[in-house]
Nanobody, 113 residues
Framework: EVTLVESGGGLVQAGGSLRLSCIASGFTEDDYAISWFRQAPGKEREGLSCITSAGRPSYTDSAKGRFTISSDNAKNMVYLQIDNLKPEDTAVYYC???????WGAGTQVTVSS
């Protein structure tokens, strides 16, 4: 069973940066993909970025420019760097496999103006 745990969120001022972490375990196949999502208060969950087990990244339009996804396969970690944070980035951030599995608790990011 694949398990994913997010961490790294917090309260940050606008213009700051955060690096979110997702530790993944339980994969039985060598070929997989992990994506980052977020859900802001009162809004639907939206996809941000995805990275394959081969390290190939992709971004939705919402994440192009300020978001960088990376991975460290030796540590079973996937990261999401967010730069120049804005108040509208306030959300709970989740990682999940593609295809989607169960959702974890996520990590809260709050950006103050």
């Amino acid at each position: 069973e694949v398990t994913l745990v997010e961490s790294g969120g917090g309260l940050v001022q606008a213009g700051g940066s955060l690096r979110l972490s997702c530790i993944a375990s339980g994969f039985t196949e060598d070929d997989y993909a992990i994506s980052w999502f977020r859900q802001a208060p009162g809004k639907e969950r939206e996809g941000l970025s995805c990275i394959t087990s081969a390290g190939r990244p992709s971004y939705t339009d919402s994440a192009k420019g300020r978001f960088t996804i990376s991975s460290d396969n030796a540590k079973n970690m996937v990261y999401l760097q967010i730069d120049n944070l804005k108040p509208e980035d306030t959300a709970v951030y989740y990682c999940n496999t593609i295809p989607l599995g169960p959702w974890g608790a996520g990590t809260q990011v709050t950006v103050s103006s």
